[in-house]
Every structure is written in structure tokens, then in C-alpha cells.
């Protein structure tokens, strides 16, 4: 029945407006491949101006109708339409006997009448031709077209712009999910990091030039990481403390006292222990700092 149902719509917007009384149209099954057995569905879609109504004395009966075709059912349903009336009928005939050859078989014409205010109206449906095969054909009839082999009908294509649309919003959606949480549980941690008192110190110091860089300039920068690092100013004779509340292995502890005591050379004592360090020394030393507050080392 909801087959039924869409094919009536479908005919209805196909079918366009009214006649100008009454009007038929006609949804016709296909005219071939039938076989013993098989039932046949008819569907029309009559149209009648205002006041008129289907006169249900004029509808078709089931029963037998010929030795090769039988009315089942005959249903009927009206529509409801802006203007003017509309009735679809359904008629499903059933094929009961098998012909020793290929056989045409008439699906018959229908009057109906329509009973109204004024004279009553009439229109009549044309009849519709189906072949009737054997279950063992030997050559199909071959009337109008109906050859034994005709193309495929093609698939009715699904608009699917809609689905797709959908499917990239939840794609986006997923994506901004993704980068979020990279961001924040890599790129904000990532980032601290980098903002760190050896991280920008060891950043300043790739930038120098080796071959003439201030070895002054370069104790002074890492001294101020240092003293970031502590939350106050560090000297040889406090850095002892400092140095046991963190979590460094022995080497990099004694590389510590040897830089405090190269600071306080170079600061205080003419700078003789100068040529026992070089800037590759500082920047490890640096470096070793970085590893340690970033929790790699």
C-alpha cells in the first residue's frame, strides 16, 4: 500500500492540473516478462472539479474477466488537492492460465462516472497491453518493441550532498577535538618549557658568534638563569644549598662549583682560569641545565 501511495504522488506531480472537468491519468505496468501466476497492478489517478464524487456503481468488480485475466482487488482512495477532486484507483489483476506460446493479454478499459450538481461526468481509462509468456518460451512476441532482451534500467541515483556535509562537520568537529587536546596536553607543556630560565638562556647563547663572543657577557648569561632558577642570587658561597635541593647527579654538581669558581675569576680575579674553559664548555654546561629543568636529564 505505501507503494501505492508514492506512486499516486509521483503521478499526481507528473500528471500536472486539472482537464477541464475530468481527467485521467495512468500509471501502466510494465508490458512483458509475465508468467502464470503473476499479478498485474493498474494505478490510475482521476481529477474531477469541485462537487463531483466517484460514483462507486461504475467501479470495476473482482472476478474472472477472461480465460487469461482475473480482477483481484479494486482500491480506492481519495486526495486531498487545493482545488478540485482527485480519486486513485488501484486495480491488481492475477494471470491464471499459461499459453503454449507468447500471448497478448489486454489489461480492459474502465468507465467511470462521477455524479455532481450538475449532469453527471464520465471518462474512461484505454486499455494496456502485457504479453503472457509459457514457463518454457520459445521466441518472445515481438509487438512495439517488446524484443527478448532490453537494457537495464538504471538505478534511481541518491541525492547524497546532505549525508556528506554531515559527515565533513563531523570530520571538522573531530579535528578541533584532536588539536585541542595536542595542544593541551603537548603544546602548552611544550611551551612552558621553552619559557624556562636555561631554555632561553641556551637559546641566546646558539645565537652568538664563537669566534669573537665575549666570555664575560656569557658567564654573566648563565649566571642569570642560575639565579632564576634559585628565585635569588647565587654565589660560590650559598650555591652548596642551592645545589642540594634539586635533583642532579654528581657530575653536573661538580660542574656548578667549577663555573662559580670561573665566575669568580672572571669577576674578581683578572680572569686567569679563562683559557681552561672554552664557549663549547659553557654551552655544555648550559645545556646540561636546560636537560635538568625540563626533566630529561
Known amino acids: 500500500m505505501k507503494r501505492f501511495h508514492l506512486i499516486v504522488w509521483l503521478l499526481l506531480w507528473v500528471g500536472g492540473g486539472y482537464a477541464a472537468e475530468v481527467e485521467i491519468v495512468s500509471h501502466n505496468p510494465r508490458p512483458f516478462g509475465y508468467v502464470v501466476g503473476d499479478t498485474v497492478s493498474r494505478d490510475l489517478v482521476i481529477s474531477v472539479k469541485s462537487g463531483y464524487a466517484l460514483d462507486e456503481k461504475t467501479l470495476p468488480k473482482p472476478g474472472r474477466l477472461s480465460a487469461w485475466l482475473e480482477l483481484r482487488s479494486v482500491d480506492v ?8 477532486r482527485r480519486f486513485g484507483v488501484k486495480m491488481t489483476y492475477q494471470l491464471p492460465n499459461s499459453p503454449t506460446e507468447v500471448r497478448m493479454v489486454e489489461l480492459p478499459a474502465h468507465r467511470f462516472s462521477f455524479v455532481g450538481p450538475g449532469k453527471p461526468l464520465e471518462a474512461t481509462s484505454g486499455e494496456w497491453p502485457i504479453t503472457l509468456a509459457p514457463l518454457t518460451p520459445e521466441e518472445v512476441l515481438a509487438r512495439d518493441g517488446l524484443e527478448a532482451m532490453r537494457p537495464d534500467i538504471p538505478p534511481t541515483g541518491v541525492d547524497t550532498k546532505a549525508v556528506r556535509r554531515r559527515l565533513i562537520g563531523y570530520g571538522l568537529v573531530l579535528a578541533a577535538i584532536v588539536l585541542y587536546g595536542a595542544y593541551r596536553y603537548f603544546g602548552i607543556p611544550y611551551l612552558a618549557k621553552m619559557r624556562r630560565p636555561f631554555a632561553r638562556a641556551y637559546r641566546d647563547l646558539t645565537r652568538l658568534n664563537q669566534g669573537d663572543f665575549v666570555f664575560s657577557q656569557v658567564i654573566d648569561r648563565i649566571h642569570k638563569a642560575l ?6 642570587s647565587l654565589f660560590i658561597a650559598n650555591v652548596d644549598h642551592f645545589l642540594s635541593s ?4 654528581g657530575s653536573l654538581t661538580i660542574l656548578t662549583r667549577e ?9 674578581f680575579a683578572g680572569g686567569n682560569l679563562k683559557s681552561r674553559r672554552s664557549f663549547t664548555w659553557l654551552l655544555d654546561f648550559c645545556r646540561a641545565w636546560r636537560d635538568v629543568e625540563r626533566g630529561s636529564a
Open 77 to 84: 482512495r481519495e486526495i486531498r488537492v487545493a482545488a478540485g
Open 227 to 232: 639565579n632564576e632558577t634559585a628565585g635569588r
Open 246 to 249: 634539586r635533583e642532579i647527579d
Open 259 to 267: 663555573f662559580f669558581e670561573l665566575s669568580r675569576d672572571e669577576f
